[in-house]
């Protein structure tokens, strides 16, 4: 249905986006955009790592100091 985009079809994307959006709102837009997708590549790559967890041992409880107000 649909064919390659040639450049006359490319043009009238970039007219109408700075119509709509204004060439002042498109550097910050395309800023967050590259935010966005670093962020899902890191994820990508941390959720691709295998966690290392000891076998047989629990995870302890950090010891807190215990605070003794004097009369």
């Given amino acids: 249905m649909f064919g390659r985009f040639g450049w006359a079809e490319i043009l009238v994307v970039v007219v109408l986006v700075v119509i709509l959006f204004g060439s ?3 550097p910050g837009m395309m800023k967050n955009l590259a935010d966005g997708l670093n962020v899902f590549k890191k994820e ?16 302890v409880a950090k010891k807190t100091k215990k605070v003794v107000k004097k009369k």
């Fill in 44 to 59: 990508i790559k941390d959720t691709k790592k295998p966690e290392k967890k000891e076998q047989g041992k629990k995870p």
């Fill in 24 to 26: 002042n709102k498109i």
